[in-house]
């Protein structure tokens, strides 16, 4: 498994150094580590599928907005980076590459988006499980 708190960091540090100022968080829960792109200097953009975490975002004062990653409500390339570790969990070949397709039309050219691949890749089918696979794919 890998370190979360230590991939963000190191993602953070990656934004800075390409001089992206912005990213989509994918599953952002409550909004915890949205803030910690808002503390470091970027604005931070969440979606989530549940309501209630989105009122809890919003709380904290994030831009957030409910949807998944099958059909977000976005402009294409509207964003310079993606931050998505959850966003392949316990979906099957299918709805990974979907999801993999969906994030791809939201970022920018370039863009880095950051994602765990499920274990023995997205072909491994549902209920593989995470994997060591974080990893920093390329729109």
Same mark, same amino acid.
């Given at each position: 498994?890998?370190?979360?708190?230590?991939?963000?960091?190191?993602?953070?540090?990656?934004?800075?150094?390409?001089?992206?100022?912005?990213?989509?968080?994918?599953?952002?829960?409550?909004?915890?580590?949205?803030?910690?792109?808002?503390?470091?200097?970027?604005?931070?953009?969440?979606?989530?599928?549940?309501?209630?975490?989105?009122?809890?975002?919003?709380?904290?004062?994030?831009?957030?907005?409910?949807?998944?990653? /099958? $059909?977000?409500?976005?402009?294409? #390339?509207?964003?310079?980076?993606?931050?998505? %570790? =959850? +966003?392949?969990? @316990?979906?099957?070949?299918?709805?990974?590459?979907?999801?993999?397709?969906?994030?791809?039309?939201? /970022? $920018?050219?370039?863009?880095?988006? #950051?994602?765990?691949?499920?274990?023995?890749? %997205? =072909? +491994?089918?549902? @209920?593989?499980?995470?994997?060591?696979?974080?990893?920093?794919?390329?729109?």
């Amino acid at each position: 498994m890998y370190d979360r708190a230590q991939r963000l960091d190191d993602f953070v540090a990656l934004l800075k150094e390409e001089g992206r100022h912005a990213v989509l968080g994918l599953d952002c829960g409550t909004g915890a580590e949205g803030l910690a792109f808002v503390r470091a200097g970027l604005h931070f953009t969440g979606v989530d599928a549940s309501e209630e975490n989105i009122h809890a975002a919003r709380a904290h004062g994030l831009s957030a907005s409910v949807a998944t990653a /099958a $059909a977000l409500p976005f402009a294409d #390339a509207a964003f310079p980076a993606v931050w998505a %570790p =959850d +966003a392949l969990a @316990g979906l099957d070949a299918v709805a990974a590459d979907d999801a993999i397709r969906e994030l791809r039309r939201v /970022a $920018a050219p370039g863009a880095p988006i #950051a994602v765990v691949l499920p274990q023995g890749g %997205p =072909d +491994a089918g549902p @209920g593989a499980g995470p994997g060591p696979g974080f990893t920093i794919l390329r729109a």
